[in-house]
């Protein structure tokens, strides 16, 4: 009799704890998907800034476009807005490229060929090259800004253009998770009307960044910033980030897990251009935009974030993507620096 009584609260218990452990998952879920409600409706209506026209193709993208998406660690997707609609990744594709070049040659491989350091310059900047080549004595950029991130597409290895494009969207899909494509349209807009970046890549040749071919690694990096995604696949690609270079959802690994701090040092460094310091100053959070109006970023062990909005301020960066991501990492604590109980073990 004792012990059937002793059964039964034993079972009572086990239930009570499961539906607690229950109400609390889904209470965290509630309160990621609440954030990214109420960042949605708070910045739906705000229209400052301007899309890219320099690449004529982004100028026809509508500016209205908005959708946010976050990524936790058991691949659960909290969208609000439109996470359907693809743009073309643009300068997010140089963080997915350098994360190959480490993969395949080492972190040193960047660090030594093109630098690691911020140039507090525009992304397109030719005198950041001359100053970093004539002053500093070397490489003092990094693969994130134009000058950095052709030279990066120029050291992935491969015998023929082809097998080089492989590798750089195979690497892509394997962070998102699935097959992308390039935007056709985009892929020849900028193609058409890039010049400064052909010159950016002669010039990189020249100084003996790009070893050969600096054309095809201009045309590689072309294409590879012509890849369309939409928000979702962008918050994939941060979240493999943030959980080790693991695909939350195919269980992938992208990247191993020793080389994800050296990207996400990359971007904490130089992932908004001149204005990461700002950015890292607020939230923390390693970063990369595009000019596409893309942003994502990461919160380690925590989750992957992305928004798409078009219309950029005077850095090139999503204005609305930045307000968005802002206020939920704050919602969700997502800033690094600010964590607490962590605590250094020795084994
Ligand atoms: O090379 C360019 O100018 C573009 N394909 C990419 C620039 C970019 O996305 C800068 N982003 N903020």
Redesign the pocket.
Known sequence: MVSRVRRHAAFLLVVVASAVALGLTLSAQSGVQAAVNAAFSRYQNLHEGKN?D??PALAKVDPNLFGIAVVTGDGRVYAAGDTRTEV?I???SKVFTMARVIQDQGPESIEKRIGVDATGMR??SIVSVEFAKKSLGGPEINPLV?PG?ITATSMVQGNTSDEVWAKIIGTHNDFAGRQLSILQDVYKS?SDT?Q??QAIGMLMYAYEYIKSNPAQATDL??RQ?SIGVNARDLAMMAATLAFGGRNPITGKQAISTDNVPYVLAVMATAG??DDSGKWLYHTGLPAK????GGIIAVSPGNFGIAVVSPP?DD???SIRAQKAIRDISNALNGNPYAATGRRATAN
């Not at 935009?289 to 596409?292: A, K, Q, T, W």
């Open positions: 890219a320099y690449i073309s643009q300068s997010i992304f397109n134009n991130a900028e890039n400064r970046n990096y072309t910033c908004l251009y935009s595009g000019v596409g950029l850095a090139g960066n």
